[in-house]
T-cell receptor, first 107, second 115 residues
Framework: GQQVQQSPASLVLQEGENAELQCNFSTSLNSMQWFYQRPEGSLVSLFYNPSGTKQSGRLTSTTVIKERRSSLHISSSQITDSGTYLC?????????FGQGTVLSVIP | EAAVTQSPRNKVAVTGGKVTLSCNQT?????MYWYRQDTGHGLRLIHY???????EKGDIPDGYKASRPSQENFSLILELATPSQTSVYFC??????????????FGAGTRLSVL
């Protein structure tokens, strides 16, 4: 089945620094999505990005299908960006998730 | 904004007991999902449904049943709970035919402890 690997597993940034989170998947995808899990546990969708580049504020997602990878770039990190970032891929909304990157942004 | 409500939010059960986790969504999505989240495993799909009356096995269905009596409601049933089912459970809904975003909306999660 589909395997999704995220790196790094955890990351500590000083406020204002940038971050690049990676997601690699084993087979061709129909859907690539990024989710953010708040420290208290709730999950929200960040991007649906099966190919190309999408930007929302300080977040940019880039998916390269041929290389079976997607990245999430966070610019000018803020303390409120702390939490877990999950990528997921699959078809017909049956998603397989990576294990996530735990981001901590410190003053 | 899609609304997905899970109940209960926290549950303590005894080994061998029956546990029912409930999920309700108010946006008329066709698809609903149950995931569990454990440290080191991320989110894993247990059961899902394409509409009322349908249930499908996900990646880790053993020990779980699901029920979709209506468009709005999707339940996860543990007939004989075991300590290995201690986890955080998330319900989600989404409808790829309805939205170009093709995303999932998650409930707040249920923390289940089986003693």
């Amino acid at each position: 089945g589909q395997q999704v690997q995220q790196s790094p597993a955890s990351l500590v940034l000083q406020e204002g620094e940038n971050a690049e989170l990676q997601c690699n998947f084993s087979t061709s995808l129909n859907s690539m999505q990024w989710f953010y899990q708040r420290p208290e546990g709730s999950l929200v969708s960040l991007f649906y990005n099966p190919s190309g580049t999408k930007q929302s504020g300080r977040l940019t997602s880039t998916t390269v299908i041929k290389e079976r990878r997607s990245s999430l770039h966070i610019s000018s990190s803020q303390i409120t960006d702390s939490g877990t970032y999950l990528c997921a891929t699959g078809g017909n909304n049956k998603l397989t998730f990576g294990q996530g990157t735990v981001l901590s942004v410190i003053p | 904004e899609a609304a997905v409500t899970q109940s209960p939010r926290n549950k303590v059960a005894v080994t061998g007991g029956k546990v029912t986790l409930s999920c309700n969504q108010t946006n008329n999505h066709n698809n609903m999902y149950w995931y569990r989240q454990d440290t080191g495993h991320g989110l894993r799909l247990i059961h899902y449904s394409y509409g009322a009356g349908s249930t499908e096995k996900g990646d880790i269905p053993d020990g779980y049943k699901a029920s979709r009596p209506s468009q709005e409601n999707f339940s996860l049933i543990l007939e004989l709970a075991t300590p290995s089912q201690t986890s955080v459970y998330f319900c989600a809904s989404g409808d790829p035919g309805q939205s170009s975003q093709n995303t999932l909306y998650f409930g707040a999660g249920t923390r289940l402890s089986v003693l």
